[in-house]
């Protein structure tokens, strides 16, 4: 039987087309397609008309250039355009001062390098800490500096406040440290400089409050020159246990001690190594940390110098008449000294104290624009929160990359 008379035309094509075209008008049996390259040809035809080509793919966005630092005056200006310290909800990012940007980013980009079997040596990249006693207020801060965040390394200074004591009686200890530059553990020696001083200070907390209360400046001094000694000395030791010489397991360490008690007006400073003690008033800053001539300390043992002897000492050479050959050899250069520096100043109702690390100390020194912008900033709001305390030591300046930490006392 026939397929082909089952259908109204007599051809499957056109049978096809009017079933999916009933419109489409009767013009005749189609010709065949000749070849198969033909029938080929057709079919793209079809296809090319019921789905048209795809359109070219769009061009990718651009992705805009990281936005370069915005100087302080901008960062922190209100809605007229004055920089009067007053900081705005929009403000972002971290501004700088001087002529140019800094030559690293202002945010963290690579983290220090882990131990997986020592997390604890971890240091993270920001300290922050405050406190309010009687009419002062303390904040207190340290940052990675530009340079280590870059490279990925740990922040060589450390930070530590500590109240001893309650009530009155209470004394609290902001001490500070620095590690040797591109010495190995310089993070660590720093740590260690801090607890050592704070468990010396803490237990000896009672009697120092007595002296700083009682102004016996000479007992304070000698004392204090004591537990640095002690502290540092103790650094020496450990760094003889690691294996290193003294000079790689040193630290820097400056500290402020603060009476809770509102009636004592009293602040002490003492110390040794490199830093800075400022204090704002009336508008002025006045650089007081204590030159090398007006200290009359002795160096510290531990911090490279050589232990005290008694005046009866055993002695290498003696007089007994006897000519000495002389030597070949030079005799060794005597370790570098560093004298223990004190400071007992009374507080003025208004000032502002800043016990800091050289990494805020040489820009303070170095950068007149860092000093008038922080004259700016703390001269009209009083003590700043916590975050905005943070973000005024972090205005940058080129050239000085190091960690800064720093302890801001505002008197009321």
Do not use: N
Not at 116 to 131: F, I, K, N, Q, Y
Not at 325 to 346: L, Q, T
Not at 372 to 380: I, V
């Amino acid at each position: 039987m026939s397929q082909q008379g089952d259908t109204p035309t007599g051809r499957d094509d056109d049978w096809w087309g009017q079933l999916y075209d009933d419109s489409a008008p009767d013009t005749g049996p189609a010709p065949a397609p000749d070849t198969l390259d033909d029938r080929f040809a057709s079919a793209a035809d079809t296809l090319k008309t019921d789905f048209p080509a795809p359109r070219a793919p769009e061009p990718a966005p651009r992705i805009p250039e990281p936005a370069s630092p915005t100087p302080a005056s901008e960062v922190f200006a209100d809605a007229d355009g004055d920089a009067d310290g007053i900081e705005r909800p929009g403000d972002t990012g971290v501004g700088y001062v001087g002529d140019g940007p800094p030559t690293y980013e202002a945010e963290p980009t690579v983290l220090p390098a882990a131990d997986p079997d020592d997390l604890a040596d971890l240091v993270p990249d920001t300290v922050l800490e405050g406190a309010r006693y009687g009419g002062s207020t303390l904040r207190a801060a340290s940052v990675r500096g530009d340079s280590a965040r870059y490279r990925g390394e740990p922040r060589r200074d450390a930070l530590l406040t500590a109240r001893f004591g309650t009530g009155d009686d209470a004394l609290v200890l902001v001490a500070l440290a620095t590690g040797a530059r591109a010495a190995p553990g310089a993070h660590r020696a720093a740590a260690e400089a801090c607890a050592w001083i704070g468990r010396a200070v803490g237990r000896s907390h009672r009697r120092l409050a007595e002296d700083i209360r009682a102004a016996r400046r000479g007992d304070l001094k000698s004392g204090l020159h004591r537990l640095t000694d002690r502290s540092l000395g103790k650094l020496r030791a450990h760094a003889a246990d690691l294996g290193l010489e003294p000079e790689e397991y040193a630290a820097s360490l400056r500290c402020l001690l603060l009476p809770a008690d509102p009636r004592c007006r009293t602040r002490v400073f003492f110390g040794v190594g490199t830093g800075g003690l400022f204090r704002l008033r009336s508008g002025e800053w006045q650089d007081i940390e204590p030159r090398v001539a007006d200290t009359t300390g002795d160096p510290v043992v531990g911090f490279g110098s050589l232990p005290p002897q008694p005046p009866d000492a055993d002695r290498l050479t003696m007089d007994l008449g006897i000519t000495t050959p002389p030597s070949p050899y030079e005799p060794a250069p005597e370790p570098p000294r560093d004298p223990f520096r004190f400071r007992a100043s009374v507080a003025r109702p208004g000032d502002t104290l800043v016990l800091c690390s050289g990494g805020l100390a040489e820009p303070l020194r170095g950068e007149p624009e860092l000093a008038e912008h922080l004259t700016r900033r703390w001269e009209k709001t009083g003590p700043p929160g916590l975050a905005a305390f943070l973000a005024d030591i972090q205005v940058r300046a080129k050239g000085y990359a190091d960690d800064r930490t720093a302890a801001a006392v505002w008197e009321a």
